[in-house]
């Protein structure tokens, strides 16, 4: 399989150039010549679906979807779904055990009421669905790296401490985590700061953008590109990608083969790297029927939607900081999906949620379902309330909640939320125990204008 860049589909790559490198050499991004195809039956025979636990017949009429459930282990479902991407690459022999190195976390499938389901990613290390990404990367960089390697991180909260901890004291790799100072949660900071070794943090005094600006410049800049090999672990890297892909392939299987439904997903965004490998996933052909974004008020993807125009801008600062884009780096990854505007406009749906809804369903999730979400999985809960709420006021016929079921993305555990979620649900969020491990490490990092000359190691 080969890689080509956005801007450029004559020139090809291998995978490990392409994961090596981060962002093509034209600026562009990495996308696959072509997407594997899968058919559901390629990965069970229907006997396999028996041993289901519940049964439909009781009050909800699916159950719960745990994944130790499903009837093939989630690393080997991840190898065969990656396999073809990894043909003829270097480290196709090795993607085996990095599938069981990387995906040795649950990813369960919660039923909150009849047809919507909750897609809980935050049970790994750090406790967002980062850690899928950033594991797998890590994985595969310390595969391939018999030299040094300098991984670039630019982040808005939660990327920041998953490629951390998924690259700490990996050998011959050295960590550039760049955070936007005083923008980020007090434990995100913790879990970014607290590493040593061969992780160096470093706290911009600007915003997220400027961040990613800083990673951007450090690969087009001749000191460093001399003197490092250089890779980025941002999700602009199809080495977080690709393994994304993963979870939206298990969750669709098994929904489909518990409800005979194709899935509906919406998947809380920033950078719009979850929501691209949802569509890649359906594209791929797994059973996937819409896919939708819930941003918060950086808006920029919804008024793309709405006027035909991309304007990147500032990032503003909301309760779901690490949704807090203004320029969305994996847009140019979304857009190569369609045929032009109009097809996108056909096909993407998207909700800009403000700070106040984001509270309204934090409440409502914790009333209704006794659930606690976190500021992000709240927007796509608010997005699902919208969708309610039309179908009941007979707009149109086919309503949107008659295409149940619908799966919620949750993107993070609640606990790294705290001052945000206790307030509006009056309880306390019991912090989990990876959680107050890091919280007890010491913090240590360098507060930085944002110039590139000041980034020192
Ligand atoms: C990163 C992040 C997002 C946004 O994901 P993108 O892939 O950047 O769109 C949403 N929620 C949480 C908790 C995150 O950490």
Redesign the pocket.
């Known amino acids: 399989m080969k890689f080509t860049s956005t801007r450029n589909a004559n020139q090809s790559y291998t995978l490990s150039e392409a994961m090596l490198s981060g962002l093509a050499p034209d600026g562009g991004l990495f996308i696959p010549e072509i997407f594997p195809q899968f058919k559901v039956d390629d990965f069970f025979s229907d006997s396999c679906w028996e041993s289901l636990p519940g049964s439909y017949e009781e009050a909800m009429p699916y159950p719960d979807l745990n994944i130790d459930a499903f009837p093939i282990p989630y690393p080997d479902l991840c190898y065969q779904v990656l396999k073809p991407f990894f043909q003829g690459d270097t480290l196709s022999d090795s993607l085996e055990t990095i599938c069981q190195t990387a995906f040795n976390m649950p990813a369960p499938l919660v039923q909150l009421e009849p047809g919507v389901f909750m897609l809980e990613l935050f049970h790994g290390p750090t406790l967002?669905?980062?850690d899928f990404g950033a594991r797998f990367l890590a994985a595969c960089l310390s595969t391939l790296a018999n030299k040094p390697i300098r991984v670039m991180v630019a982040t808005?909260?939660?990327?920041g401490s998953a490629v951390a901890a998924a690259f700490h004291q990996k050998p011959n790799i050295d960590v550039i985590v760049l955070f936007p100072y005083q923008k980020i949660s007090e434990r995100q900071q913790q879990q970014i700061t607290c590493w040593r070794d061969n992780i160096h943090a470093f706290a911009v005094n600007g915003t997220f953008d400027d961040c990613q600006r800083l990673v951007k410049s450090a690969f087009f800049d001749p000191h460093w590109k001399t003197h490092y090999t250089l890779c980025t672990a941002n999700?602009i890297n199809l080495g977080r990608l690709l393994p994304q892909v993963c979870y939206y392939a298990y969750s669709s299987l098994h929904i489909f083969k518990t409800t005979h439904k194709k899935a509906n997903f919406i998947?809380?965004?920033?950078?719009?790297?979850?929501?691209t490998a949802a569509y890649w996933a359906k594209k791929m052909g797994f059973p996937i029927q819409k896919i939708h974004i819930a941003t918060n008020k950086n808006r920029v993807i919804s008024d793309y939607i709405e006027t035909g125009n991309y304007t990147p801008r500032q990032s503003i600062h909301t309760l779901?900081n690490?949704?807090d884009?203004g320029n969305?780096s994996?847009f140019e990854r979304l857009i190569a999906l369609f045929k032009d505007y109009n097809d996108f406009k056909k096909s993407v749906m998207a909700y800009s949620v403000s700070d106040e809804q984001i509270k309204d369903s934090i409440k409502d999730m914790f009333i209704k379902h006794g659930k606690i979400v976190?500021p992000?999985?709240a927007t796509a809960c608010w997005a699902l309330t919208q969708m309610n709420l039309r179908s009941s006021g007979n707009i149109c016929s086919a309503t949107e909640t008659d295409q149940e079921p619908w799966v919620i993305v949750a993107?993070?555990d609640p606990c790294k939320f705290e001052t945000i979620v206790e307030p509006i649900i009056q309880q306390h969020v019991p912090i989990k125990p990876v959680l107050s491990k890091l919280l007890a490490k010491e913090s240590q990092f360098t507060l930085i204008e944002p110039h590139l000359d000041l980034i020192s190691h």
């Open positions: 967002s669905f980062k808005s909260g939660d990327t999700s998947v809380p965004s920033g950078n719009l790297g979850n929501v779901a690490a949704m884009v969305p994996n976190c992000h999985t993107t993070a």
